[in-house]
């Protein structure tokens, strides 16, 4: 079995190079990638990184993940563009990881590679109908409203329906529905993309139903981005919403009960829920929108509208909650009695998912690498071994879970052990295998007539948004074709 042993994550102290330079390369620049990148350079005088990204702007979630209307989550990008000015850290826009240069090409070229690719996939229900259209994974929709160039063309259909129904009752479905219901005035002083705006302004969507399997005492959100949306206390920006919530959903079994007293976040979401169903019953208004708030309910089937092509309702099955053996935590069991909920639009919101790449250990059940603190392993079982210099952090590293400063932790841990391992000797190559870290790099990028991005040309392009976006009030327009993007960059 193998065993190492633990050690703090504490970085702030520089550990000398025993060989110069340390040759790092980031895979990904997002939040994960850019406090690995900045712990690295902190905690080795002799390291140099370069971050690597297979889109031509960095910081990953901030910029494409993030809502638009929560600007204070976005400003840690000023961290992160002082960390890729460092005159060891160099950004390697556009290069995919796979294509441009492949995994092996990269641990033959580097003393240590870490990676930081996160989840650009989804995961499904794996139910009837799911291939109709009108169906989104929530990530998609998140996508495109943010400008991401792989969903620019997306073009959710907002107009010819007045439902939404939103599977998930975590973070990011909130997000959704926060955005579909919010008045675009507001959202007008944003960075959302222009024609994403455009969209919501004609949009008639008018009811967005939040589905969850289990109860409220199990919604998978905080009481943060709750309390939000629900428009209560200090925030008030949901205030033409009427939100719906039967009473009966809320009434708790023991079992619940349990889970509150063990939990201060479950219990708090409770609350707010509760204190919702009883508020928003004491000021209907008919001319407002409705979230509606759907507990105990599983999809089985996507029907299809008269068209025959496009989604016009969800088959749900009704549940209750049952110990499952084991753990004791508590799961939907169908009921067996059925409802259909009509809508145009459906958004899933049930979990992203990291994707596998040639040559690295993966655990597809997990959708994550398999790793002991950051140090990558072979496989999953007990006699598993450490790949050398081969390590992960962030949702590659954990799954996609946790907020932005969730990667801040899962950095220190995964740079702690890069550092432990330097002090052993363990990344000392031989002598006729010396890295040759970026040089070699720009060399196989070369061969491959790879045009990458430099971080220097990133900023043509965050320059040319924040001048157009000056024109709107707004932080920043967002450019989100790829061609255009590589134009600027390039011509600047």
């Not at 070369?446 to 924040?466: A, G």
């Not at 707004?474 to 450019?479: C, G, L, Q, T």
Request: aromatic share 6%.
């Amino acid at each position: 079995m193998l065993v190492l042993r633990p050690m703090g994550f504490s970085t702030s102290a520089p550990v000398a190079s025993t060989r110069e330079p340390l040759h790092v390369c980031v895979v990904g620049s997002g939040p994960a990638g850019f406090y690995t990148a900045e712990k690295m350079l902190k905690g080795h005088e002799g390291a140099q990184v370069d971050i690597i990204d297979r889109l031509p702007t960095p910081f990953g979630l901030v910029r494409s993940g993030v809502a638009p209307d929560h600007p204070e989550t976005k400003i840690v990008v000023n961290q992160f563009s002082r960390v890729a000015a460092n005159a060891h850290c160099s950004f390697f826009g556009n290069v995919t990881l796979g294509s441009d240069v492949s995994l092996s090409e990269l641990r033959k070229t580097y003393d240590i590679v870490v990676l930081a690719y996160g989840a650009e996939s989804d995961r499904s229900f794996g139910i009837p109908g799911e291939d109709l259209r009108g169906i989104h994974s929530a990530r998609e929709f998140v996508w495109w409203y943010n400008g991401h160039p792989d969903m620019c063309n997306l073009a959710p259909d907002l107009k010819n329906t007045d439902s939404a129904v939103v599977l998930g009752q975590g973070n990011v479905a909130l997000d959704v529905a926060r955005i579909l219901l919010r008045c675009t005035t507001e959202l007008a002083s944003t960075d959302i993309a222009g024609y994403a705006l455009d969209a919501l302004r004609s949009s008639t969507i008018r009811k967005v139903f939040l589905v969850g399997r289990r109860g409220p005492v199990q919604a998978a959100c905080t009481a943060k981005e709750l309390r939000e949306i629900l428009g209560i206390f200090l925030l008030q920006s949901l205030k033409n919403v009427h939100v719906c919530i039967k009473e009966a959903d809320l009434v708790t079994s023991p079992a619940d009960k349990e889970e509150m007293r063990n939990s201060r976040i479950k219990r708090r979401v409770y609350e707010l829920l509760s204190k919702a169903a009883t508020v928003h019953q004491e000021k209907s208004n008919d001319d407002r929108k409705e979230l509606h708030f759907v507990f105990f309910r599983k999809p089985t089937r996507f029907l299809p509208s008269e068209d025959g092509t496009t989604v016009g309702a969800v088959e749900l099955e009704k549940t209750h909650l049952k110990d499952d053996g084991v753990t004791g935590k508590q799961v939907a069991v169908g009921t067996c009695e059925f409802e259909d909920l009509k809508c145009g639009l459906v958004l899933k919101s049930i979990g992203y998912k990291s994707l596998p790449i040639e040559g690295l250990p993966f655990d597809k059940y997990r959708g994550v690498v398999p790793n002991l603190r950051g140090r990558i392993l072979s496989n999953e079982s007990e006699t598993a071994t450490v790949e050398p210099g081969l390590y992960v952090v962030g949702w590659l590293k954990r799954g996609p879970t946790g907020i932005v400063a969730t990667n801040l932790h899962c950095a220190e841990e995964t740079v702690a052990s890069i550092l432990e391992d330097e002090k052993k000797g363990v990344l000392v190559a031989s002598s006729d295998s010396k890295r040759q870290g970026r040089r070699g790099l720009l060399e196989i990028l070369e061969q491959k007539n790879t045009r990458y991005v430099p971080f220097h040309d990133w900023e043509k392009i965050d320059s040319k948004e924040k001048t157009a976006g000056q024109l709107k009030n707004k932080p920043r327009e967002k450019i989100t074709a790829w061609d255009e993007l590589l134009k600027i960059a390039k011509e600047g």
